[in-house]
């Protein structure tokens, strides 16, 4: 388990490892893909999966 905050809802949210959708290595830990309670994809990054809660990754997404 590990928290997030979620973009979507605006909540920290106590996220649970089958919600997991898609595990990828990044330089400064582990990205994960999951759903949000409230429905929404997030994605934040743990240190690893003992972490207790993500943070934002540090490399900047292509903005659309
Ligand atoms: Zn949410």
């Known amino acids: 388990m590990f928290t997030h905050h ?6 920290r949210q106590l996220m649970f ?5 898609d595990v990828a290595p990044v ?5 994960v893909s ?4 409230c429905g929404a994809e997030q994605t934040g990054v743990l240190d690893d999966l003992t972490a207790g809660s993500t943070r934002a ?7 659309a």
């Open 57 to 63: 990754p540090q490399r900047a997404l292509a903005a």
């Open 6 to 11: 979620c973009t979507a809802c605006e909540r």
């Open 17 to 21: 490892v089958r919600q997991i959708s």
């Open 27 to 31: 330089a400064d830990g582990l990205e």
């Open 34 to 37: 999951f759903t949000c309670w």
